[in-house]
């Protein structure tokens, strides 16, 4: 199905098939924001708190990261979500709920569990902060998630590894999703730009506040 569409727009003439178009598919594929928040909690455990961390990694990406992409998995396989992208602005209500209810019980089990580490926890708190910042940025115009969830984890990380490399690489990398982005006409440079500095606004208040 994804394919499907993206061919349509090719076909179109509004993205054509060229070998820096297909390297920022290739990037917005990868950094989609429903796979940054499966594979972060893990690592953020891990981190910050061993192999008991990571175990409670695991169980947070699976609740907050494996509910939004199934419910955007199955929204595009029946033709309810234009693309994994979810290009459409309109259509981002539904699997901003799904996300919003999984990481609300998640906060709830880990604040009752009294879990460890702690930063686990603020990065809940932080992805609650994303789809209420961004989520409702994009009810009225289309702000980057890509580059705004990518921002957050970098400023995440940055909190647990050495800083300055880690923001080093980490803005390269942002620029890198950014670019990707206004390449393949999801967003304007401005969408991508908020979406950067509303993401890590957010995890910087909530990672300053909590650790």
């Known amino acids: ?3 499907q569409r993206v061919v349509g727009v090719e076909a179109a003439g509004e993205v054509p098939r ?3 178009t297909r390297a920022a598919w290739a990037v917005t594929e990868v950094f989609a924001p429903q796979y940054l928040m499966l ?3 893990p690592v953020v ?9 990571g ?5 947070v990406s699976a609740v907050c990261g494996g509910i939004p992409a199934t419910v955007i998995a199955v929204g595009v396989r029946r033709g309810r979500l234009d693309s994994r992208q979810i290009v459409d602005r309109s259509s981002r209500f539904k699997p901003m709920l799904a996300a919003l209810a999984a990481v609300v019980v998640t906060l709830a089990v880990l604040l009752a569990a009294d879990s460890d580490p702690v930063a686990l926890t603020a990065m809940v708190v932080v992805m609650l902060g994303w789809i209420a910042v961004l ?12 580059t705004g969830v990518t921002a957050g984890v970098v400023v995440m990380l940055a909190y647990l590894l050495p800083p300055v490399p880690t923001l080093l690489v980490g803005t390269v990398l942002v ?20 979406g950067t500095a509303a993401g890590a606004a957010v995890a910087w208040a909530v990672m300053a506040a909590m650790l």
């Open 175 to 194: 620029a890198v999703i950014g670019w990707a982005r206004v390449r393949i006409s999801h967003h304007t440079l401005a969408q991508t730009l908020a």
């Open 55 to 59: 175990a409670w990694g695991l169980a």
């Open 45 to 53: 455990g891990l981190l910050a708190g061993g192999w008991l961390g």
């Open 18 to 20: 060229t070998g820096l």
């Open 1 to 3: 199905m994804a394919g």
């Open 135 to 146: 989520g409702g940025i994009t009810l009225v115009w289309k702000v980057s998630f890509h």
């Open 39 to 41: 594979s972060m909690p």
